[in-house]
């Protein structure tokens, strides 16, 4: 049973135009929520967090969103950049220092 | 690059056998976690170790199981292998204390293990 659910397999965005990575989650006790990155043959790269006393927090090109209420999350990517073509992962925790569910990914492709 | 460092990078083993995988963790991290990562699918939690005590486990099997030294260093062990471990195995370290300077889990490049 899937807690944390990225329902698009791929995304394709023109460079320099706005990336829109969409999570949801079922379990409402998740009280912490991240985004990392991944590239063939590395592991997850940390990208950003929030907690869930916020419904949103930025930190440069990458913006993540929290709606509570519908048990959802996106990340903003803006703009896109050719580096930015990898997979994405959301995923939650109960608190910062419980184990991480992560979502089954979202492959990215920032077009030329 | 994150500091935390696997090995072997690659493996291959048979069904039935037995194998240890090693993780370090960055400098001044005390807190590992194994995830698996099948092929599609995202990181799965397997267990959790702080302070050399496992601190958390996830829908594993016994035939999984750890070990985390003084230096914080971690093991991952799996005993007689089946086709369906085949993954990758990822570990994660991270700063977990009182002191409120908990850090992100940090990631190594993982260890392609494949079963035949």
């Known amino acids: 049973d899937q807690q944390v659910k990225q329902n698009s397999p791929s995304l394709s965005v023109q460079e320099g135009r706005i990336s829109i990575l969409n999570c949801d989650y079922t379990n409402s006790m998740f009280d912490y929520f991240l985004w990392y990155k991944k590239y063939p043959a590395e592991g997850p790269t940390f990208l950003i967090s929030i907690s869930s006393i916020k419904d949103k927090n930025e930190d440069g090109r990458f913006t993540v969103f929290l709606n509570k209420s519908a048990k959802h999350l996106s990340l903003h990517i803006v703009p896109s950049q050719p580096g930015d073509s990898a997979v994405y992962f959301c995923a939650a925790s109960l608190n910062r220092d419980d184990k991480i569910i992560f979502g089954k990914g979202t492959r990215l492709h920032i077009l030329p | 690059e994150t500091g935390v460092t696997q090995s072997p990078t690659h493996l291959i083993k048979t069904r039935g056998q037995q194998v240890t995988l090693r993780c370090s963790s960055q400098s001044g991290h005390n807190t590992v976690s194994w995830y698996q990562q099948a092929l599609g699918q995202g990181p799965q939690f397997i267990f959790q170790?702080?302070?050399?005590?496992?601190?958390g486990r996830g829908n594993f099997p016994p035939r999984f199981s750890g070990l985390q030294f003084p230096n914080y260093s971690s093991e991952l062990n799996v005993n007689a292998l089946e086709l369906d471990d085949s993954a990758l195995y990822l570990c994660a370290s991270s700063l977990e204390g009182n002191s409120g300077s908990n850090t992100e889990a940090f990631f190594g490049q993982g260890t392609r293990l494949t079963v035949v």
């Open positions: 170790y702080y302070r050399e005590e496992e601190n």
